[in-house]
């Protein structure tokens, strides 16, 4: 297992953020600075039970170290720029960095159609990086290119932004907002160690997702690894051919070495995947593309997440009719694959991934130009 280094570098570049810090990483800075280790439980309590924004509430801890932990470390989150409601409850927020870069969080209250989670849990779906250098045809994301990594302390924020706002504990999580979670995967893997540790927020492995567009390298390397986080493939495409059209990643890691590293996965896990196929008008709802996927599928005992398209300003793209949503549907269905038809949700507040941002992003870019 590729393993986070386990001690805080507080001296290069700008402060860690608190909230990336394991329970070793902060023994051994209190070691480093002359006070007792044992202070590192205390000390995540405030963070991540007590939700607290500053060590100067921290009232069990002398001064003398409230003062450290404010100079080696920010315990900032990210702040919201913009939150959308929509009609079915799901809730959207745009969130400001600390170098102003934009990301999008998404909370999804009642998802029965996601992963099996019962309808009174509150699922939330998080960005892994600014942007993203994968490029899919149908994805906002991808459309503004790449900026950078996320740290592990800003993807634990998001949960931490996600969970003051809603007055709730968050249930599940899909790693599936901007980016490719498996391209940032040192950050992805701290995080969800210490999304999932008591010490951290105590969300069970099997409550959280890794979507990825298909880095069968990574798969293979997070097969190995100790915590059972479940993972979907985004597929949206049965070929190489229709597949390539929309996702350049398939030219890299083309569906045979991408199938082969989705069968390690399996064996080494014992754990269902998930194909996601988002279904895009006379580009991959045909009956053939049905019945590839499921021969795909089918040895896999993958489950298949059929998402109707949903629309991106300035892309091409439509949405198929019902009645071609539910014929491919069946075809999954009469082949044995468990198959849902995920009606996306939050379709009124463009909560596909990467939209609000852009839209921001694009406004900025407007305001600049009228101010030259
Ligand atoms: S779908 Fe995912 S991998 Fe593809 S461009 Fe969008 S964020 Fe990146």
Redesign the pocket.
């Known amino acids: 297992m590729r393993s986070a280094p386990e001690s805080a570098n507080v001296s290069a570049g700008p402060r860690p953020f608190i909230r990336a810090q394991t329970d070793l990483q902060l023994a051994a800075w209190l070691n480093a600075a002359g006070e007792s280790s044992y202070r590192a439980s205390q000390i995540l309590d405030w963070v991540h039970k007590k939700k607290a924004e500053t060590p100067h509430v921290c009232t069990n801890l002398p001064a003398s170290l409230r003062k450290k932990l404010a100079s080696d470390f920010d315990w900032t989150s990210p702040s919201v720029e913009i939150e959308c409601g929509s009609l079915d409850g799901t809730k959207k927020l745009l969130l400001r960095l600390r170098d102003d870069r934009l990301v999008e969080t998404v909370l999804i209250p009642a998802s029965p159609a996601l992963y099996g989670a019962p309808s009174d849990r509150l699922t939330l779906c998080v960005s892994t990086q600014v942007g993203?250098a994968?490029?899919?045809r149908f994805?906002a994301?991808?459309l503004m290119g790449f900026t950078r990594n996320l740290d592990a302390g800003e993807i634990v924020g998001q949960v931490e932004i996600a969970r003051r706002l809603a007055g709730r504990r968050v249930d599940n999580i899909v790693f599936m907002g901007?980016?490719?979670p498996l391209a940032n995967y040192d950050n992805l893997l701290r995080a969800t160690r210490i999304l999932n540790e008591p010490w951290g927020l105590g969300i069970g492995a099997r409550h959280m997702t890794i979507s990825t567009?298909g880095l069968a390298p990574r798969i293979r390397e997070l097969a190995a690894e100790p915590l059972q986080i479940r993972l979907a493939v985004?597929l949206h495409g049965a070929t190489d051919e229709v597949r390539e059209r929309i996702m350049p990643v398939n030219r890299r890691y083309p569906i045979s070495e991408l199938m082969d590293a989705c069968h390690e996965f399996r064996a080494r896990r014992k754990q269902a995947i998930t194909f996601e196929f988002i279904l895009i008008e006379g580009l991959n709802d045909s009956i053939e593309q049905a019945e590839l996927l499921a021969r795909l599928a089918g040895p896999l005992q993958a489950k298949v997440n059929l998402i109707p398209y949903n629309t991106v300003e300035g892309l091409p793209w439509r949405r198929p009719a019902v009645p071609v949503l539910k014929t491919f549907l069946n075809i999954l269905k009469t082949r044995g694959i468990p198959a849902t038809l995920r009606l996306e949700k939050g379709h009124d507040i463009e909560a596909a991934?990467?939209q609000l941002r852009l839209k921001k992003e694009m406004h900025r870019g407007n305001d600049k130009q009228s101010a030259l």
């Open positions: 993203c994968y490029g899919c994805c994301s991808g901007m980016g490719e567009s985004s991934c990467g």
